[in-house]
């Protein structure tokens, strides 16, 4: 789909915000640490009660390995629904770094708290003692809202 | 999801040559030009009528000029349905370098006419001269099947 940026608007922004805050799951793509090249795999996105992007991952997933590796990602949230042309369903790709919460502190708890709502299947796995949260720390974003429709976002955008 | 690799089986094979087999759109991991960190877009997905597996995408996104500077890519193809644990859907991530395949040639017209007969809504902008195909060669892959279920492809793995 052809990408002119066009200038950031007030609906850019809101369709941008409400990707993140709807986002249950997305794709991640992570520089893989054993070869340096481009990986990617879907996880699960949750939001802090604040409403910062959030994930929920093990340890023994090769995508978290990177993550610890080197925490410069990018996220793709907007999932396609099962009508319609699903290169024109709105998707962001926020580019970000990731920072790994202590699973034994108080940040974990609020974090896992609020998630157990939005992610309820979650229970049978995030006592896993390889389980932890990693939020995402945005510095910018790419928004397509469909056919023609690219806007570059900064992080000031994306925080109401 | 926790990530012990398994032994690939006959299973495990059928069910990523499935997954790529099937693939109409996905998300392609690269290394953004401008920054040198991790970039995602979702793309379209085809397989030439050999069975390789491509896409057909714009000079003037950003993920294009992400691969004319760097071929090396990943794509994670298995979409999650509407129903049930979107992270217990079986997915791959394709490992491979892109390779475009010049619009005035015989190849393009191969592929085009597969392509229209899979994605008969591109015939819209499959004629547009910033439109073409990059066919993607596999260096290896991870399968998750779902939960646990944990596998790492070669490229022998991919092909019948």
Known sequence: MPQIIRPTDSEART?????????????????????????AARIAIGQSPEGQPLTLISELAQHTRALHADPT???LVGEPGPKGDPLTHPRLT????????TRDSDLHAHLARHYLTTHPKSQLYIGFADFSFALFHPTGAHLNGGFGKAFRLTTADLTP
Do not use: K, M, S
């Not at 926020?94 to 919460?101: G, H, I, N, Y």
């Open 15 to 39: 369709l941008a915000r409400n990707l993140l805050a709807q986002a249950r799951h997305g794709v991640l793509a992570v520089i893989d640490p054993d070869t340096g090249t481009p990986y």
């Open 94 to 101: 926020l580019l970000a770094r990731a920072e790994f919460v």
């Open 73 to 75: 990602c990018a996220l």
